[in-house]
């Protein structure tokens, strides 16, 4: 430290010190950034939104009445959190299965059996990629408990009427977020192209063309056909690797972030 | 600056921030838990359990492959996965559902494969019947029965439900009838459920199969099969939804008279509320 100047002096009185070897490295990163975005104009605006976000810090309904209860439901209302990260891990197992699986109807025989290269590359991923037996598990079990969590989440959010004022969007959301859960579990049962798959597609088919005067284009946006075939693989690929995930994931994003402004429904 | 410092100065901040707004009166009264960080922070602690569970889950029982799709081979159970199970048994409730289908088709007791159009379509709708064939009233065939008849009120039941349940009440017990409801559609979804896959319960527990007043019910209510397991799916609802009911009235009328705290503490939140 150099000679006292009055600068130092007045820096000292308002707590400032000087930055240490890590301090200095981050305001040239800083400094760098900020030259090319102007990153200082949303100074103010990030420092107000870092104390804002933090500024209540109300009690719960057990501490202000001084009950002798404890909230001993409170496991369920982390159903939300738990739905969020089982889709997270089914997004990294999923992009690492991916690598492997092939979305064709293509003729394949695997020792001997009839089968099509879709079912080919989910035997190569079950017994030569390395540890790709566990990886499609995780996917698997993920998927499962994406599902309970999202059934039993809103089951909690019915019995605790967590969709009332000012929650009534979000209750919306939820639903829309439930249904993508339910597509996103059907499309993925029918890409192994196994024999369950097959007439699950075949229910599934059944279904949109039963549906009352959209049943024919119906069956033709979602299976390519009022047949099974390349098209239905294609199209339940695109939906379950592409579409379905990202509508899932900014639905979830905005539902949390809802949360986040609205608070929890307090627990009583 | 050391890291007590950063605290006490960013308590202070936050301090002066809030007591601020508050004396602009811009600072809405909380409603909620704040989800950060006092939610999260719970949260956490049961996810990093749940992160485990699921690596031992993963790692103990890894999925099988099924045998390679043969459209040929039809196997002998055909169902979607269990959580789709409850629309299946609705679409096989609305093949029940013969009212609406006019007595043409008689159904029970016949085998079930819905492979077949006749599974499909109890009602013949061909030409020769000489009935004009509308696409929502007037004769459906079960797939549409099931799917608007029954998916339909119940998306919409589940869409419309913060706009027709309002108000401040927040716990099963100050809402006896919403809470029974929600029982109802627990009940009758589990139900549901279990229906769907009515062909392996019979093949597995042939009692289940065994009629109940069939032939008295036949003649003029031709919905279920009224054997015991359609019975139970038919009973089990009402009664549980039934007993909630009456369980939350009577539970409530023995609070009051004991003046119990916690109930009474609880009435009073909503009251100020």
Redo the contacts between chains.
């Keep these: 430290m150099g000679p006292e100047t009055s600068d130092t002096m007045d820096a000292r009185r308002d707590?400032?010190?000087e930055p240490g070897p890590v301090g200095r490295m981050l305001l040239a990163l800083f400094a760098w950034v900020d030259e090319r975005f102007r990153l200082r104009n949303y100074a103010d605006e990030f420092r107000?939104f870092y104390?804002?976000?933090?500024?209540?810090?109300?009690r719960?309904?057990t501490e202000k009445?001084n009950?002798r209860?404890i909230w001993y439901w409170?496991?369920l209302?982390?159903l939300g959190?738990?739905a969020f990260?089982?889709f997270i891990?089914a997004a990294i197992s999923g992009i690492l299965l991916t690598f492997y699986y092939v979305p064709s109807t293509a003729e394949a025989t695997?020792n001997g059996?009839?089968?099509?290269e879709a079912?080919e590359s989910?035997?190569v991923i079950?017994t030569e990629v390395p540890l790709g037996?566990?990886i499609?598990?995780?996917h698997?079990?993920?998927g499962m408990?994406m599902?309970w969590a999202v059934?039993l989440h809103m089951?909690r959010v019915?019995?605790?009427?967590?969709?009332?004022?000012?929650?009534?969007l979000n209750?919306?959301l939820g639903?829309v977020l439930f249904l993508l859960t339910?597509g996103l579990?059907?499309t993925g049962?029918i890409l192994?192209?196994?024999?369950?798959?097959?007439?699950?597609a075949?229910?599934?088919l059944?279904?949109s063309i039963?549906?009352?005067?959209l049943g024919q284009y119906l069956a033709g946006l979602l299976f390519g056909g009022v047949e099974?075939g390349q098209q239905t693989i294609t199209r339940m690929y695109v939906l379950h690797v592409i579409l379905l995930p990202l509508l899932t994931f900014g639905a979830a994003v905005l539902h949390?972030v809802i949360?986040?402004w609205?608070?929890?429904?307090?627990?009583? | 600056?050391s890291l007590k410092?950063l605290t006490q100065?960013?308590v202070e901040?936050?301090q002066r921030?809030?007591s601020e707004?508050r004396a602009e009166k811009t600072?809405r009264p909380?409603?909620?838990?704040?989800?950060?960080?006092h939610?999260?922070i719970?949260?956490i602690v049961?996810?990093c359990f749940?992160?485990a569970a699921?690596?031992y889950?993963?790692?103990l029982?890894?999925?099988y492959?099924?045998?390679?799709?043969?459209?040929a081979?039809?196997?002998a159970v055909?169902?979607?996965?269990w959580?789709?199970l409850w629309s299946?048994g609705l679409?096989k409730w609305g093949n029940d559902l013969e009212i609406l289908n006019g007595p043409g088709g008689a159904w029970v007791g016949e085998p079930w494969h819905?492979?077949d159009r006749e599974w499909?379509t109890p009602w013949d709708m061909g030409p020769d019947t000489g009935i004009v064939q509308m696409?929502?009233v007037g004769p459906m065939?079960a797939?549409?029965v099931g799917?608007?008849g029954l998916h339909t009120p119940l998306i919409i039941f589940?869409?419309a439900?913060?706009?027709f349940?309002?108000?401040?009440?927040?716990?099963?017990q100050e809402?006896p009838l919403?809470?029974s409801l929600?029982v109802f559609?627990?009940a009758v979804l589990s139900t549901a459920t279990i229906y769907s896959i009515n062909n392996v319960i019979y093949d597995r527990w042939p009692v289940m199969a065994t009629p109940i007043l069939q032939e008295q019910i036949e003649p003029f209510l031709q919905f279920l099969q009224w054997d015991l397991l359609s019975w139970l799916c038919a009973l089990i609802p009402v009664l549980l939804t039934v007993g909630t009911y009456v369980g939350i009235r009577v539970w409530r009328e023995r609070m009051m008279e004991r003046g119990d705290r916690?109930y009474t503490?609880?009435r009073n939140?909503h009251r100020v509320r």
């Design positions: 707590g400032f010190t107000h104390y804002q976000i933090n500024l209540e810090l109300p719960t309904h009445y009950l209860v409170y496991p209302y982390t959190s738990i990260l089982a891990f695997v059996v009839q089968a099509t079912w989910m035997t079950m037996f566990g499609r598990a995780l698997f079990w993920s408990v599902v059934v089951f019915y019995f605790t009427q967590a969709y009332k004022k000012p929650r009534e209750w919306l639903v339910m579990g059907y049962y192994p192209w196994s024999q369950l798959s097959y007439w699950a075949i229910i599934g059944e279904m039963a549906t009352p005067i099974l949390v949360v986040w609205q608070g929890i429904a307090e627990p009583h | 600056m410092l100065e960013y901040e936050a921030m809030d707004q600072l909380v409603e909620g838990f704040p989800f950060w960080p939610e999260m719970r949260n049961v996810l749940f992160t699921m690596l889950v993963t790692s029982m890894p999925y492959l099924e045998s390679p799709a043969d459209p081979g039809q196997p055909i169902l979607p996965d959580y789709l299946y679409l819905f492979w499909w696409p929502i065939n797939e549409t799917l608007i589940i869409f439900l913060p706009f349940d309002r108000g401040k009440a927040q716990r099963p809402q919403m809470a929600g559609l627990l916690v503490l609880n939140y």
